[in-house]
Structure formats: C-alpha cells, structure tokens
C-alpha cells in the first residue's frame, strides 16, 4: 500500500483528489514505536498532529498517585493529538504504543501551509475536531450519569464498532486493552470490571477469553448508548 493509499484512509483526507493527496504525503513523517513505548507525555509541547498506521496507541491521563484513565484507543486510520492543531498548545493527555505500531506525523507548521492553500482539508478537520469533542462530551456523561455495568457496555460497545469483526458467532472483538486498561477506561478496578464482563457473559450477551470478547447479543449491549 502507498502513502498515498494509507493517508487516503485518514478520516479528514479521505475525500481529497489525488493531486491533493500527494502534497499531503510530502509533508508525512513515519515513525516506529514499540509496545510501551511513549509517544509523547502531557504538557509536552503541541508540535504535530499523529494518525496511526500500524498497531494501537492510548492517549490516557495519570493522577498524582499513578492511576491511569485511559481517554481512548486508536487503531489503523485513526488520527490523534488534533486538539493541538494550529494553536500549539500543550498536549493535553499522555500517548503510548498499545504494541509495535508504525505512526505518521505530520507537523504543525507544514499542516498549517497546507491548508492555507486547501480549505477543504480545513474543512475536514473541524468535523474531525467536532465529533471528537462530541466523544469526549459522552465520556463525561457515561462517568457522571451511568452506572459500572452500563459503562462496561458502552466502552464494548465502541471497541466492536471501531475493532470488531462480524462472525457467524457474533462481533468478535481482538481485546486491544488490558482488563486493567479497560477498567481505567470505566473508572474503576479491575476485579469490578471482570465482574461485569462475567455477568453479561452469565446473560448470554458476551462470550469471551484471555485475547477477545465476542458480542453475541449487540442489542441487549446497546441499552447503554439507548438514553
């Protein structure tokens, strides 16, 4: 697959016409990470914008105590750190390489000339920012409002729509998290989110093992996205 071809895949670059989709891997940078390696820390200068070509990466934030909550996990195509783009702010949560992943950079201040000359690309990108904010508006409401079960079935319900694979059997979803990891993402502990995984499997809705989760009953998992 060419640069091209995997820039094409970005969300925001998804439309752009061939001719716009080569200025855009001239200014592409691929970098190599591997498993647990960070990418950048909180507070670091907001310099580049990331989207991911290999692999996972989670953008999580710590407490004094060294907690994690995990903010979200991106796979193939996904474009991160965009809440620095053009203003150059700090970044606002750390990243870190899920397993071995290649991820393209594009800097700042080569994006910016680029879309001087294309506003659809601008264009493309306020969407992305929109929608992300939309994301982080419906964390916030699942922590304040929902219970631990209902926020368990949100955060399964999102890794089969962004990593699952439809089987006879159901969405099988490769478990790109730690149940650990997982629990940060629900805000809460481990031993509590196992519970709640081992109830919906008690009620037929999840199967599951050590490396996947498979949705067998999608509608019962959705009354979590229903209010």
Do not use: W
């Not at 670091?44 to 990331?50: C, I, L, N, S, T």
């Not at 989670?58 to 979200?72: A, F, Q, T, V």
């Not at 991106?74 to 949560?93: H, R």
């Not at 397993?99 to 992305?128: Q, R």
């Amino acid at each position: 697959m060419s640069e091209t071809d995997i820039i094409r895949k970005i969300p925001i670059f998804s439309d752009l016409e061939p001719e716009e989709l080569k200025e855009v891997s001239n200014i592409y940078i691929p970098r190599k990470y591997k498993k647990g390696q960070i990418i950048f820390f909180e507070g670091d200068p907001g310099e580049a914008v990331y989207f991911v070509k290999e692999g996972k990466i989670k953008i999580y934030k710590s407490d004094p105590e060294g907690r994690e909550y995990i903010l979200h996990i991106f796979g193939p195509g996904n474009i991160f750190a965009e809440t620095v783009l053009l203003g150059g702010d700090p970044y606002p949560a750390n990243a870190e390489a899920v397993e071995d992943s290649v991820v393209g950079v594009i800097k700042n201040s080569d994006l910016e000339k680029l879309l001087k000359k294309n506003t659809d690309i601008a264009f493309k990108i306020i969407k992305v920012l929109s929608k992300r904010l939309r994301d982080s508006q419906e964390n916030i409401k699942n922590l304040v409002f929902r219970d631990t079960y209902d926020r368990t079935a949100c955060a399964l319900h999102k890794m089969s729509l962004e990593h699952g694979i439809k089987t006879p059997q159901g969405i099988e979803v490769e478990m790109p998290i730690t149940r650990s990891e997982l629990a940060s993402i629900v805000g809460t502990s481990r031993e509590t989110v196992t519970r709640m995984l081992s109830e919906m499997k008690r009620k037929g809705i999840i199967d599951m093992d050590r490396q996947k989760i498979i949705i067998k009953n999608e509608r019962e998992l959705m009354v979590c996205v229903r209010d």
